[in-house]
């Protein structure tokens, strides 16, 4: 099955944040959604995420991402200003299914969370299922004003998050979905079918979680996403 890129996408760039970070979108995505990513779904192998993603995983075909890659890549190097020479490198890519409750949920996953340090690491998240699901939300910290954790930071961070849990307690078995006293809010990306959304790994950000919707084992019916994660590294 080829996975045929949408020329016509639609594009979005928002700034989001005091640091005004890119986040960029393209709706309708791809062409041939249905065929190509959404049929015989229920004979993919899901399994417990490896990961603190609260969830199920499956793997994604290799010829998705290797399209994927051919059609953002460029604009990821322009919007970026990443240099021409850093090379590319895959993690694990996936779909995903939220199906934790939240009285399952560790600290870590009650939380927003960073992928990764690097400054050339991202996300592209593909929202697939037509139904009503939560999107993903950005946030600032309000104790250290980071909205994006990196090597000169990420030590600053960790240990103003782990006072607060110290001297306040753990969160209450809840997703994060608004600000609260540690968090403030600062940009969302409303989940819409075939809506492919990029952003820095090292943002702070979560699933925007609705318990009685997106919690659902079914692929068919569930917050379906393709999750792509790559990084530029210098050679």
Do not use: C
């Not at 640091?19 to 190509?36: M, Q």
């Not at 998705?64 to 919007?79: E, F």
């Not at 949920?105 to 050339?120: I, K, N, R």
Request: proline letters at 7%; hydrophobic letters at 35%; a negative charge.
């Amino acid at each position: 099955m080829a996975f045929n890129v949408n020329r016509a996408a639609t594009p979005y760039l928002n700034h989001v944040g005091q640091r005004k970070t890119p986040v960029f979108i393209l709706d309708n995505f791809l062409e041939n959604l249905t065929p190509a990513l959404l049929q015989n779904l229920e004979r993919l192998d899901f399994d417990d995420a490896p990961t603190y993603y609260p969830g199920i995983r499956a793997k994604l075909p290799e010829q998705y991402i290797a399209s994927v890659a051919q059609a953002v890549v460029p604009v990821l190097q322009k919007i970026y200003a990443i240099p021409a020479s850093y090379k590319i490198e895959f993690f694990d890519s996936f779909y995903s299914l939220v199906t934790r409750a939240p009285s399952d949920l560790s600290v870590e996953q009650q939380v927003p969370h960073f992928d990764g340090t690097g400054q050339y690491r991202f996300a592209l998240l593909h929202y697939l299922n037509p139904s009503t699901h939560g999107g993903t939300a950005f946030y600032r910290h309000n104790a250290t004003g980071i909205e994006r954790v990196n090597e000169a930071n990420v030590d600053e961070y960790l240990s103003s998050v782990g006072r607060h849990f110290s001297q306040h307690g753990s969160p209450h078995s809840s997703y994060i979905a608004s600000s609260n006293q540690q968090f403030t809010k600062i940009g969302e990306i409303p989940y819409v079918q075939n809506r492919m959304a990029i952003y820095p790994g090292n943002f702070l950000h979560s699933g925007i979680i609705n318990p009685d919707i997106d919690i659902d084992a079914n692929p068919n019916t569930g917050r379906l996403t393709a999750n792509i994660f790559l990084n530029f590294i210098q050679p």
